[in-house]
């Protein structure tokens, strides 16, 4: 009964923000950038591999790994990119797997799933029921990556043309938050999102679903006891 609803946006287009509202509303949030955090951690599978294939140069005094110094690497050479998503994908899908299971028993009906690249993996969004994405207009995310970033225009060009561009992703989406105005206004967008998902079809199903079980097993329960109290 529960569904999967992908969330995704582009670099400084406020998705963080999103997210925090979203989690403040109670909803499961499994954030694919942390456990791509956790997943490359000294003595990791994943980490060792990394090694292998960049150097030890890019590894910071306590051992765990310069994603700056990473990061300046693969958003130069896509083949790169491509090599570390090859090594880490495969770590990130199973400790989300564990982390959706998790939210399974403890009774959640459906999990955001924050995936940075979601659009870019397009093999992920088969798996959604629903697709989200957290858009702002071009002019805004490159003012916004070079105040957040200190960057110049040249190099914050070169980050957001590194992945797809947000009008190709919005066409892809099943529904669309535009963080290009206030924050109220994203913030409207956000809670008519959850009541959205709330109400949704799937989501009255399961709840009807659980419903006819849990009175299917109180009435069992109220059977049996009343056979061994006769």
Not at 63 to 80: H, T
Not at 109 to 134: A, H, N, Q, S, W
């Amino acid at each position: 009964a529960m569904f999967l609803v992908g969330l995704s946006g582009g670099i400084a287009s406020g998705k963080s923000a999103v997210v925090a509202v979203l989690r403040e509303l109670g909803c499961a949030v499994i954030d694919a950038d942390v456990i791509a955090r956790q997943v490359v951690q000294p003595h990791s599978k994943a980490h060792q591999q990394i090694l292998q294939h960049f150097g030890t140069e890019i590894l910071l005094e306590n051992g765990e790994i310069n994603r700056e110094a990473l990061g300046s690497i693969i958003f130069s050479q896509p083949e790169k990119r491509r090599l570390l998503n090859s090594i880490t994908h495969p770590e990130i899908l199973k400790e989300m797997l564990k982390q959706i299971l998790k939210y399974f028993v403890l009774g959640y009906r459906y999990v955001i799933l924050d995936i940075p690249l979601l659009f870019e993996t397009r093999g992920l969004t088969r798996l959604m029921k629903y697709t989200v994405l957290v858009y702002c207009d071009p002019p805004t995310q490159l003012a916004r990556l070079m105040k957040r970033s200190g960057l110049g225009v040249a190099e914050a060009e070169a980050r957001i043309s590194s992945q797809l561009p947000l009008e190709e992703k919005r066409r892809w989406a099943t529904h669309v938050i535009d963080n290009s105005g206030d924050w109220e206004s994203t913030r409207r967008q956000v809670l008519q999102l959850h009541t959205r998902l709330e109400d949704s079809l799937d989501f009255l199903w399961a709840r009807l679903a659980v419903g006819t079980a849990v009175a299917g097993l109180g009435g069992l329960v109220f059977l049996l006891i009343r056979h061994f109290i006769s």
